[in-house]
């Protein structure tokens, strides 16, 4: 059984830094493409990045040059290190997995969902 576990969300103030983590279990990451997406309040799931299974990375322009995706296969995690955040990055974060060979940016086109953790940036 695929699970995800996000973590490392919480409360910083604009310009701060976070690092989220997404531990999978039930499969082999280093198979699949990871991604990153997020939802604020009253808004849709959104994408922010995802990594490759041979470790080609993708941004939302919004967190281009601001946020890093990383991995260790070895321990089946995903990271994503935020780097001077701002009141809109505020949202739930979520890693997911999707097992196809080439990865997208489509919310739909990933299989598994963790249940997120909370970022929030005030200003």
């Known amino acids: 059984q695929v699970q995800l576990l996000e973590s490392g969300g919480g409360s910083v103030h604009s310009g701060g830094s976070l690092r989220l983590s997404c531990a999978g279990s039930?499969?082999?990451?280093?198979?699949?493409?990871m991604g990153w997406f997020r939802q604020a309040p009253g808004k849709e799931r959104e994408f922010v990045s995802f990594?490759?299974?041979?470790?080609?990375?993708a941004y939302a322009d919004s967190v281009k040059g601001r946020f890093t995706v990383s991995r260790e296969t070895a321990n089946n995690t995903l990271f994503l290190q935020m780097n001077n955040l701002k009141p809109e990055d505020t949202a739930m974060y979520y890693c997911?997995?999707?097992?196809?060979?080439?990865?997208?940016?489509?919310?739909?086109?990933?299989?598994?969902w963790g249940q997120g953790t909370q970022v929030t940036v005030s200003s």
């Open positions: 997911a997995a999707d097992a196809r060979y080439f990865c997208g940016n489509r919310r739909d086109l990933y299989d598994y």
């Open positions: 990594i490759s299974r041979v470790g080609r990375a």
């Open positions: 039930g499969f082999t990451s280093g198979d699949y493409c």
